[in-house]
């Protein structure tokens, strides 16, 4: 079975870095299929942040390219997302998914406050 | 980026009422159009993908139909577990970018 798990600081001051890790199980990301960060608002808004493909390359959302980063380590079969220079619209929960147009596999999310 | 419009924002409905939930793409988004399921744990699911085709496991009560910038998804017969919050994503181009949730209440 193919599980998607999140994990990261729950707590960010502005203008540091958000950092996350997607842990997946079941799929080696290397195989096939792209890997997205997708968050939800407060207020239930939802945005494609971008992904990395199994082959390793990358596309952005354009509305974060400045401050987005997505990268990944093979050996242990995990992605991540490094949102820099945060603000307090950053608050929400993030995502990882399986897919870049389709999300068949999600994580179960983890909630990040950006608050001094 | 399409602009996609999900009616109602909110649903009171009963047990086994029919409902209809839809999506209005600001262009023709070519049936690239899916829909996911949202519990009140946060859990995602997929439902359907490419306007009407069923995910993996999901009940044959849920449907989804359209073409061009009108899509709607369809629950037969409401269950206990239905009531959740609703989302369409549109996939035509990118960035892909979703409605902004229509929450399915017990009335």
């Known amino acids: 079975e193919i599980q998607l798990q999140e994990s990261g600081p729950g707590l960010v001051k502005p203008s540091q870095s958000l950092s996350l890790t997607c842990s997946v199980t079941?799929?080696?990301?290397?195989?096939?299929?792209?890997w997205s960060w997708i968050r939800k608002f407060p207020g239930n808004k939802m945005e494609w942040m971008g992904y990395?493909?199994?082959?390793?390359?990358?596309n952005y959302n354009p509305s974060l390219k400045s401050r987005i980063s997505i990268t990944r380590d093979t050996s242990k079969n995990q992605f991540f997302l490094q949102l820099n220079s945060v603000t307090t619209e950053d608050t929400a929960t993030y995502y990882c998914?399986?897919?870049?147009?389709?999300?068949?596999?999600w994580g179960q999310g983890v909630m990040v406050t950006v608050s001094s | 980026d399409i602009q996609m419009t999900q009616t109602p924002s909110s649903m009171p409905a009963s047990l086994g009422e029919r409902v209809t939930i839809s999506c209005r793409a600001s262009?023709?988004?070519?049936?690239?159009l899916n829909w996911y399921q949202q519990k009140p744990d946060g859990t995602i699911k997929p439902l359907i993908y490419?306007?009407?085709n069923l995910q993996s496991g999901v009940p044959s009560r849920f449907s989804g139909s359209g073409s061009g910038t009108d899509y709607s998804l369809t629950i037969s017969s409401l269950e206990p577990e239905d009531f959740a919050m609703y989302y369409c994503?549109?996939?035509?181009?990118?960035?892909?970018?979703f409605g902004a949730g229509t929450k399915l209440e017990l009335k």
């Open positions: 990395i493909s199994y082959s390793g390359s990358t």
């Open positions: 262009q023709g988004i070519s049936n690239y």
């Open positions: 994503q549109q996939y035509d181009s990118s960035p892909n970018t």
């Open positions: 490419y306007t009407s």
């Open positions: 079941g799929y080696t990301i290397t195989s096939g299929y792209d």
């Open positions: 998914a399986r897919g870049a147009w389709e999300h068949d596999y």
